[in-house]
């Protein structure tokens, strides 16, 4: 990150360090093979990208952004969770993960399906756990509901089944279980992309939009409570965390064909994933990439968003999206 990085992040990453030393130590003094695993897994932490958004959100109504640090937790532990199942032979059999050999090299497939699981299960213990008093049970129940809604059967875990069985449209497009974006917001979302990448576009709508969203919501709703449940500023992070996701996709579908970022490089190529970049150029992929953030970001800016929050707080997530995908060179302003 950039010089000005550090002043914006000032309230933010010191919070954040400190939970994640907290997940660390809670599996280092397991002293248990899994908890050994788990350790091996969060010793290279990978960008935070989500933990970092969950806790932007929830300062976007400055109240304390260790509202929102378990909701962070608990976020990432889902996401190292999803890396790890990702990595194996069944899935996108890769042999590296952050620069190091992927958990089912380094230890084996057994100990790696089941560090996902407990990742996983673990997850909501520190969302219960970790939970202001402020919030009660339920706001603490609409949390719950919104991750494994997003995340589960119908969310990002459906999202990693299209993408390794590689559907048609049609078959996403029916499904009864709908929890994405409106099917009014998904058709204006492919009304701009060529037909071919419909179907990438849904899918990374599932696979990696659904854990976006979850972590502007969930933010957002822990920096605030169930009050803000039905405001109008819910749908617009939602709809944000959903195309940042998507978009967020994307561009590591440019990566993976270009080099090595501490992942194995043309996976996606050797595994026949039908991603944007192999069916038309990568510079228009990173161009369709950036006109959909710009439109993003200026929603945030834009729409009349809820009374507490404040300007520069938007402005300051708008920033970080733009440190997240400085290809994009998104206009801030
Ligand atoms: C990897 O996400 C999976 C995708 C959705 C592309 P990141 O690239 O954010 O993973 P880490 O946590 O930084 O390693
Ligand atoms: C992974 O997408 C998405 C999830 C884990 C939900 P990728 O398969 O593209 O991620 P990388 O490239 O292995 O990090
Ligand atoms: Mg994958
Ligand atoms: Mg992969
Ligand atoms: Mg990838």
């Known amino acids: 990150m950039g010089h ?14 400190q939970g994640y030393a907290e997940l660390q130590g809670f599996y280092q003094e397991q002293g248990t093979p899994l908890g050994d695993a788990i350790t091996y897994v969060l010793a290279k932490p990978g960008k935070q990208h989500r933990a970092i958004l969950t806790l932007l959100s929830c300062d976007l109504l400055d109240q304390g952004v260790r509202r929102a640090l378990g909701v962070a937790q608990a976020i990432e532990l889902i996401h190292a969770y999803s890396l790890i199942h990702d990595d194996l032979p069944a899935m996108d059999n890769a042999d590296t993960r952050r620069g190091q050999p992927s958990l089912h090299k380094a230890m084996d497939e057994t100990t790696a399906i089941l560090a996902g699981d407990a990742l996983l299960t ?41 993408d390794s069985h590689n559907p048609d449209i049609q078959t996403l497009l029916s499904a009864k279980s709908w929890v994405l974006v409106s099917r009014e917001e998904l058709n204006t979302i492919l009304a701009r992309l060529p037909a071919p990448l419909h179907l990438p576009a849904v899918i990374n709508l599932y696979k990696t939009g659904a854990l976006f969203a979850s972590c502007l919501v969930m933010g957002f709703l822990a920096g605030g409570g ?11 992070l939602r709809l944000v965390g959903f195309k940042l996701g998507l978009v967020y996709q994307m561009v590591d579908d440019v990566r993976d064909m270009s080099s090595d970022y501490g992942k194995p490089a043309l996976r996606d190529h ?45 402005e300051n997530l708008v920033w970080y999206i733009n440190q997240m995908l400085p290809e994009l060179r998104v206009s801030e302003t």
């Open 270 to 314: 050797d595994l026949d994933k039908n991603t944007m970049p192999r069916i038309i150029s990568s510079r228009e992929v990173m161009a369709f990439a950036g006109q959909m953030l710009n439109r993003a970001c200026q929603d945030l800016l834009t729409q009349d968003l809820a009374g507490p929050v404040a300007r520069d707080k938007l």
């Open 226 to 236: 169930e009050s803000l449940l039905r405001c109008d500023t819910i749908k617009v």
């Open 122 to 162: 673990d997850a909501f213990s520190w969302l219960v756990k970790t939970c202001p008093s402020s919030w009660g049970a339920a706001t603490l129940c609409r949390m719950i509901d919104i991750i494994t809604e997003l995340t589960g059967s119908h969310g990002m875990v459906l999202g990693q089944l299209y």
């Open 4 to 17: 000005g990085a550090q002043t914006r992040l000032d309230g933010i990453l010191p919070v954040w360090q």
